[in-house]
């Protein structure tokens, strides 16, 4: 039936209709809020190409993970900065490291918060590279014995989540044996299935203070230009037992994230990253935009591609209902 039978304007006319059918909702549940935590005490360092997001101590780590949560945010992903680095990255797996203390400070002060714990070594790394480097590069068999390691640390302290976000092969495998044979057995996986070497990292290095001290990461994150091999990474990721699958960065890849969706049809987190938050602070600050309706129309588009889960720095800067 065509027009004037059917007039589509109809269903927008009328505020009311309009909202009552929209496809897509954004929720506070589906917002994941990255965290970057330092040693020190009432430490709160802001990351300039960030504005709004800080490195932050274990004290203030907890207040904010208590205001996240009563604005409705019920999920973090912890990232560390260690008072020291090493070549092999040791505190990422220390009892004692930098983020094992503040899985255990959050859990205590605010247990109704689902906790991920990023896991990688390029914050820990004095070499900023993502494992252990072999003849130039990262090696990827070497490295998953540490990543093991790592994950029974995080899963001790009290992590929800693991995830493991330096594309190794088997690195999923690896984690899930381990956590099985620690009787972690529901213990998350959330892999960076899909994670692209993407110039939107920029910011981040700043805020985790891991930028590469030579070469670069090609030979472990994906090529831009690949969707095919996208889908690869991630039927391999769930043959090895990942939960959720995550797609990394977002605006760039909307398709590769329905297109995991449609093929897959598991839970898909998408990582709205560091550089995608920059540009729209940026413009903002200049009255270039209007931030907080560009804000909410990324989201939302990020979520009406397919991702049920959305790890944004925006996630406190939304006014959302509680759930
Ligand atoms: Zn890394």
Redesign the pocket.
């Known amino acids: 039936m065509a027009f004037p039978a059917t007039r589509l304007r109809r269903l927008r006319i009328n505020p009311l209709v309009r909202a009552g059918l929209q496809e897509t909702d954004l929720s506070a549940r589906r917002l994941m809020a990255p965290l970057f935590v330092r040693p020190g005490r009432g430490v709160r360092l802001p990351i300039s190409s960030m504005p709004g997001q800080y490195q932050v101590s274990i004290d203030e780590l907890v207040r904010e993970a208590q205001g996240l949560r009563r604005r409705g945010i019920v999920s973090i992903l912890l990232f560390g900065i260690p008072s020291k680095k090493d070549n092999v990255g040791s505190e990422a797996y220390a009892a004692s490291g930098i983020v094992q203390q503040a899985i255990r400070a959050v859990k205590k002060a605010v247990p109704d918060m689902l906790v991920a714990a990023d896991l990688?070594?390029?914050e820990y790394t004095t070499h900023g590279h993502?494992g252990i480097i072999r003849k130039g590069d990262v090696d990827n068999d070497a490295t998953l014995k540490i990543i093991a390691r790592t994950a029974i640390a995080q899963a001790r302290a009290g992590a929800d989540i693991i995830a493991p976000?330096?594309m190794m092969d088997g690195m999923v495998k690896t984690i899930r044996q381990a956590l099985d044979k620690n009787r972690f057995k529901n213990t998350l996986i959330m892999s960076y299935a899909a994670k692209y070497a993407s110039a939107f990292y920029g910011p981040f290095r700043e805020a985790a203070e891991?930028a590469p001290k030579f070469g670069h990461r090609h030979s472990y994150q994906m090529n831009p230009a690949n969707a095919e091999e996208a889908l690869r990474e991630v039927a391999e990721d769930l043959a090895e037992g990942a939960d959720l699958v995550m797609v990394k960065p977002a605006l760039p890849y909307l398709d590769i994230i329905r297109r995991v969706k449609d093929k897959f049809h598991v839970p898909v987190a998408a990582y709205n990253v560091s550089g995608e938050y920059a540009m729209v602070k940026a413009a903002g600050q200049r009255g270039w935009i209007d931030e907080k309706r560009v804000t909410t129309e990324i989201l939302t588009g990020i979520r009406r591609a397919g991702a049920d889960l959305i790890i944004t720095y925006h996630a406190k800067d939304l006014l959302l209902p509680r759930i």
């Open positions: 990688c070594f390029c993502c976000s330096g891991s």
